[in-house]
């Protein structure tokens, strides 16, 4: 019991006002130079792509959601980024835009790897992937589980890694261990948390 | 009244033998596997781990008796029992020691003169308690398990069936004890004549017994422990004791027909110096040989699938039986025109 | 009299074939060699898969929440806890992503060690997986044999770090503290025997003709098919892909040392085998040529005590003994990280399973999942 409770109170802290850094803010964010394929990605979906930028020696670019599959189709067929080496999603509950999605993909022919970012809003539906990188298919399915955000046309749209029948999403910033789904653990493991002192019933 | 009596004695003795062996063929696994293996197996339970067959015998005794709600519990019940009664009744016609073994009493239970056939199909019915036992359970790893069991020996004893022939031929008789006695006067064992037949046997023998590498009824990787996953306590027991007990079974069977059972090696030279030694010590130590290899081959060899195993046993075994049967059968012939 | 009209118009043989279903066996999630907690459900015709589903998550235990909420350097011991089998990898990959996020140079000293140590966590993996993998065959003297050497890489660990399993080994900035002495030692006596033991194995196996049985031919993926189903690893090596993180994008020291990279031809279960016994050759080169050339200096960097990267997001992956282990961080300054989220390597590896299982009998389920070589701890995460 005494653990919870710690637990409680650290994710408690955890939630408190972050003190501004009182140092000058690095910034990291350099602008793309010499990127064959940004080039020719802001020319060829002027409308979908955003904004490029290179971090730490990689790039990222930034897109809007329409007509991905277009965009994603053309990167692994001409650019060859034949794999997709990662798919998550980044909760920013403060931000208009609520959720990022964020794609990893990775060219064998020249050892490149790509970071495509996309914001959407909260229920807001992204197209599948999962039909040009088939590895999309769980990644897609796990940010389902975790973050609650839906793909259209997804083959087998199920939660993961959670059992199918949990309420809440928990990668999302809002969820806390208090907010879990009790009537889920109360159905199956007979177990009903006070939310407060973490004692169970 | 005595030869009542002196049947009732071999039935005592031969019986706690072959617990006492089947016990201690667990050991005896566990040691030889250990070693292999690099490691020392059992050494707690007495000295270097000889009391572990009894304190294991013990434990499943005391265990729990589970049955699982939704068996057929009758046939659950019993499918162990079958397994393990047709294990034992085995030893009634295996010839431990000659006619004149046993201080005179005769080394076997019985000689009856179709006795090879009569093993043999005895062995074969203990399958029933296998499927009985897989398909009691009610469950599904026990229910593939049994059926492939089932598959399995029954395409096994064809080719083992066979090849238990050819020496047949050359003794003329099913007679265990006249089959050895054949080979006395033949003057060489039948695992010269008939060596085709001998592996063949052997390979058969090892997958009759559901042993490495034909252990799939009871592939614990793959199908957890097959036909025994539901069983627990002392009805666990009863097949691991009749599992055992065939090991030991074929392997007395491929000494009796093709090593010349109580027979001495080479009685010419060493007839002088051995005499001393009874007949059913040179029978166990052909035993002991047999299981030995056993042992060694489940040390060595991953396992076979279920296709590759019945492909082996119908497109090779069976064939190769067929024909060295033929062949035997032709050789005699041209040798008594 | 219907009745006997009835039987006599029914067709017996097509009923029979009508009236055979296909059996769902649940294959997991305790059974011996679906390794650790994955829950199979096999659609079964007689014994061939017809259809199957994993059902993963029965270990999940929320590390990438978890991170969210402790400092950058409290996070650390947790990715020990993904692939607990090669514990050293997932440390180096989690530190080397901060390390990059925060701009932290490493000194040559550590950057050897952590070579050294993660290419014996590479050997440890490998000999875990050769174990478990030829025991799921049936080859049970192997499991042993590969666990004996796999003890000396343990007792090395615990030389350098104090724990056996989940190290910890490495610190931001560098290492805790400098190897203890006898290490070079250790780790030179254990080169000396490698060779032998893996020999060992191969004889047991390479030739084995029921090994050949069981996996030339089983589980064959083609390049472009494992390159779209996202494996990585030995197991994209095996279908010929010749990609390694070590020689593509060099970490660490990597680019100073030499080996080679083994592939496969055919993609099959007996490929990945032989190329990760070669990798464990490898390995043992890499470690002879880094332990000869440990050069002097600190063992660490001087890195603040509480860490604060600047604003920015970072992907950085290494080659892990399973494949490609990277981890993907967000900084918003403060110290803690905005989101970690790991790409385990074994998670995109088990999507191939249905794959390449499909027509397969059970038991080569088994060998498959042997030769994915997955964690569960890295896939529940």
């Known amino acids: 019991m005494a653990e919870e409770k710690n637990k409680n109170d650290s994710l408690e802290k955890g939630k408190a006002p972050r003190k501004p850094p009182k140092k000058e803010e690095v910034n990291l964010y350099e602008e793309i130079k010499d990127f064959d394929t940004f080039t020719k990605v802001k020319e060829k979906f002027a409308d979908i792509v955003l904004d490029g930028k290179r971090i730490r020696e990689q790039h990222i670019f930034y897109i809007k959601n329409e007509n991905i599959l277009d965009f994603f189709k053309y990167l692994r067929d001409e650019e060859k980024y034949d794999m997709l080496a990662d798919l998550t999603a980044i909760d920013y509950p403060d931000r208009e835009k609520r959720f990022a999605i964020l794609y990893n993909i990775y060219s064998f022919k020249k050892l490149e790897r790509l970071l495509v970012r996309m914001d959407i809003a909260d229920g807001e539906e992204v197209e599948t992937v999962s039909e040009i990188w088939p590895s999309a298919n769980w990644p897609e399915r796990e940010v389902y589980d975790m973050f609650g955000i839906k793909f259209k046309n997804h083959p087998d749209l199920r939660r993961i890694l959670l059992p199918e029948d949990w309420k809440t999403h928990p990668l999302r910033k809002d969820f806390d261990v208090k907010n879990r789904d009790q009537d889920w653990m109360e159905r199956h493991l007979g177990i009903r948390e006070d939310v407060n002192s973490g004692e169970v019933k | 009244m005595e030869f009542l009596l002196v049947v009732v004695v071999k039935i005592v003795i031969i019986l706690a033998f072959i617990s006492l062996g089947v016990a201690y063929l667990t050991y005896l696994e566990r040691k030889v596997i250990g070693h292999m293996q690099v490691r020392l197996g059992p050494m707690r339970v007495g000295w270097h781990g000889l009391l572990q067959p009894i304190a294991d015998g013990l434990k499943l005794v005391i265990k729990e008796d589970i049955i699982p709600t939704q068996s057929d519990k009758l046939m659950f019940i019993l499918a162990p029992v079958i397994c393990f009664l047709h294990a034992f009744l085995v030893y009634t016609f295996i010839p431990f020691d000659g006619p004149k073994g046993f201080w005179g009493y005769g080394g076997y239970i019985s000689d009856v003169n179709v006795g090879l056939l009569f093993i043999v199909a005895i062995a074969s019915v203990g399958v029933v308690g296998i499927i009985l036992g897989g398909w009691a359970s009610n469950s599904k790893y026990p229910l593939l398990g049994s059926l492939r069991s089932v598959a399995q020996l029954v395409s096994y004893e064809v080719a083992m069936g066979l090849a238990i022939m050819g020496p047949i031929l050359l003794a003329g008789s099913l007679s265990m004890v006249d089959i050895v006695k054949a080979q006395e006067k033949m003057g060489v064992w039948f695992f010269v004549p008939q060596i085709v037949a001998f592996i063949i046997y052997f390979i058969c023998g090892v997958a009759e017994t559901n042993r490495a590498p034909f252990d799939l009824p009871e592939a614990e990787s793959e199908l957890v422990g097959g036909y025994h996953t539901e069983y627990s306590g002392f009805r666990f027991a009863l097949y691991f004791l009749a599992e055992y007990a065939n090991m030991i079974t074929v392997s007395a069977i491929a000494a009796t027909v093709f090593l010349g059972g109580w027979l001495m090696p080479f009685p010419s030279i060493l007839g002088p110096y051995l005499s001393f030694i009874p007949g059913f010590v040179w029978f166990a130590l052909k035993v002991f040989f047999f299981l030995f290899v056993y042992l060694w081959i489940r040390a060595t060899f991953p396992r076979y699938r279920f296709d590759q195993l019945m492909a082996i046993g119908w497109k090779i075994l069976l064939p190769l039986a067929i024909a060295n049967l033929l062949v035997t059968s032709f050789i005699i012939l041209y040798l008594k025109m | ?381």
């Open chain 3, 1 to 381: 009299m219907d009745e006997v009209k009835n039987i006599n118009k029914t067709n017996f043989a097509e009923e029979f074939v009508d009236a055979t279903e296909e059996l769902v066996l649940n294959m997991g999630p305790q059974h011996p060699s679906t390794h650790g907690v994955l829950r199979v459900i096999l659609k079964l015709h007689h014994e061939k898969v017809v259809d199957l589903d994993c059902d993963i998550g029965y270990l999940h235990r929320g590390v990438e929440k978890i991170s969210e909420t402790l400092s950058y350097k409290l996070a650390a011991p947790y990715m020990d806890r993904l692939d607990y089998i090669s514990a050293v990898s997932n440390n180096l990959a989690y530190i080397e992503t901060i390390e990059k996020l925060a701009g932290v140079e490493v000194p040559k000293k550590a950057q050897y060690i952590r070579v050294i140590l993660t290419e014996l966590a590479r050997i440890s993996s490998h000999l875990l997986w050769l174990a478990t993998h030829a025991l799921d065959i049936g080859a049970m003297t192997v499991f042993l044999y590969c666990f004996r050497e796999r003890e000396e890489i343990l007792n090395i660990f615990e030389m350098v770090t104090g724990a056996r399993l989940t190290t910890n080994a490495f610190r931001i900035g560098g290492l805790p503290q400098d190897v203890p002495e006898g290490f070079e030692k250790a780790v030179k006596d254990f080169c000396e025997i490698l060779p032998g033991r893996i020999s060992e194995y191969e004889a047991l196996l390479t030739k084995n003709r029921i090994w050949l049985a069981r996996t030339k031919n089983v589980g064959v993926i083609s390049p472009e098919d494992a390159i779209a189903i996202g494996l990585t690893g030995p197991s994209l090596r095996g279908s010929g892909v010749k990609w390694d993180l070590r020689k593509a994008h060099p970490y660490e020291s990597y680019n100073e040392f030499e080996f080679d990279i083994p592939t496969g031809e055919n993609g099959d279960t007996y490929d990945r085998y032989l190329v990760r016994l070669e990798e464990m050759r490898q390995a043992r080169r890499i470690i002879l040529q880094a332990i000869d050339g440990i050069p002097e200096g600190d063992f660490t960097a001087k890195v603040p005590k509480v860490l604060k990267p600047p604003k920015g997001e970072v992907y950085h992956s290494i080659e892990a003994p399973k494949g490609e282990l990277g981890f993907y961080v967000i900084s918003d300054g403060s110290t803690k990280p905005y989101r970690v989220k790991i790409k385990g390597p074994s998670f995109y590896n088990l999507q191939a399973l249905k794959k390449m299982c499909l027509g397969h009998y059970v038991a080569d389920v088994v060998a498959i999942i042997g030769t994915l070589d997955i964690v569960l701890g890295e896939i529940d995460r």
